[in-house]
Nanobody, 115 residues
Framework: QVQVVESGGGLVQPGESLRLSCVASGIIFRMNTINWYRQAPGKERELVATITSSGSTNYADSVKGRFSISRDNAKNTGNLQMNSLKPEDTAVYYC?????????WGQGTQVTVSS
């Protein structure tokens, strides 16, 4: 059984940082692409960052230069480092592991940026 668990969310002030983590089990982690999505209230879920099995990365324009995605295959862990956070980054953040047609989601972690 595949499990994906996010952690690291919280309440921070604008300009501060958070590091989200995503730990997976029951899956050949290194062969999966890791996607981080977010969904704000009343908005559609949007793709924030991607790291492929080979380590290639991609970011939404709204987070380029502020967010950094990484992975540690030895620990079955993906990370999203979020710097210079803005109120508009407030959302539930979800980790997705994807390989071909198979996609596995975590339960999400809340990030709130507010003064």
């Amino acid at each position: 059984q595949v499990q994906v668990v996010e952690s690291g969310g919280g309440l921070v002030q604008p300009g501060e940082s958070l590091r989200l983590s995503c730990v997976a089990s029951g899956i050949i982690f290194r062969m999966n692409t890791i996607n981080w999505y977010r969904q704000a209230p009343g908005k559609e879920r949007e793709l924030v960052a991607t790291i492929t099995s080979s380590g290639s990365t991609n970011y939404a324009d709204s987070v380029k230069g502020r967010f950094s995605i990484s992975r540690d295959n030895a620990k079955n862990t993906g990370n999203l480092q979020m710097n210079s956070l803005k109120p508009e980054d407030t959302a539930v953040y979800y980790c997705q592991l994807a390989r071909n047609s198979r996609k596995y989601w975590g339960q999400g972690t809340q990030v709130t940026v507010s003064s």
